[in-house]
T-cell receptor, first 116, second 112 residues
């Protein structure tokens, strides 16, 4: 059981480029959550997905950010036209479908995005 | 508004001293409260949750609804307790989502 795998661990992008962050959940987990941690702040919820469905995206910025969790493959958090303010650590967590998510979260190690 | 407040950014103690990491919350309902821990170079992991009323690694936390607090306590700190601690709440019971609201975290340093 490899746990939640996030890649890349570190990502550097120039302003205006696109950033794609990947999250492979624990095998058998069908719920994925993305969180963002800005410097000196706590983790902030962004989006909650189940396979092929966005369940709650109340924490996603209205523009430039999108997320998907396809039937096959990892969940992707995509940030278009990045700006310096997007620099943060992005964490993914997964939980099995049969367990209330907050009890069964497994976190990944995060992707640290730096926009230069 | 839903909010979790951890007033201390850094807490430094000597080995063997008691530890209390403070957490206060604001939530219009009955939340579920959690403590997560992140050791150096490791991923965030669940330490304990209020509903299970358990003691993990000597840590306990009691939910005080009157004071809206969920402070984390340990009577005798160990050097290996040095880590970042996050308090979090979930409104999963009332909402069809299990998202967590995190505090800003407290770094615990335990000196030998």
């Amino acid at each position: 059981n490899a746990g939640v795998m996030q890649n890349p661990r570190h990502l550097v992008r120039r302003r205006g480029q696109e950033a794609r962050l990947r999250c492979s959940p624990v095998k058998g987990h069908s719920h994925v959550y993305w969180y963002r941690q800005l410097p000196e702040e706590g983790l902030k919820f962004m989006v909650y997905l189940q396979k092929e469905n966005i369940i709650d995206e109340s924490g996603m910025p209205k523009e430039r950010f999108s997320a998907e969790f396809p039937k096959e493959g990892p969940s992707i958090l995509r940030i278009q036209q990045v700006v310096r303010g997007d620099s943060a650590a992005y964490f993914c967590a997964s939980s099995p479908s049969t367990v209330t998510g907050a009890y069964g979260y497994t976190f990944g190690s995060g992707t640290r995005l730096t926009v230069v | 508004a839903q909010r979790v407040t951890q007033p201390e950014k850094l807490l430094s103690v000597f080995k063997g001293a008691p530890v209390e990491l403070k957490c206060n919350y604001s939530y219009s309902g009955s939340p579920e409260l959690f403590w997560y821990v992140q050791y150096s170079r490791q991923r965030l992991q669940l330490l304990l949750r209020h509903i299970s009323r358990e003691s993990i690694k000597g840590f306990t936390a009691d939910l005080n609804k009157g004071e809206t607090s969920f402070h984390l306590k340990k009577p005798f700190a160990q050097e290996e307790d040095s880590a970042m601690y996050y308090c979090a709440l979930s409104g999963a019971y009332f909402y069809n989502t299990d998202k967590l609201i995190f505090g800003t975290g407290t770094r615990l340093q335990v000196f030998p």
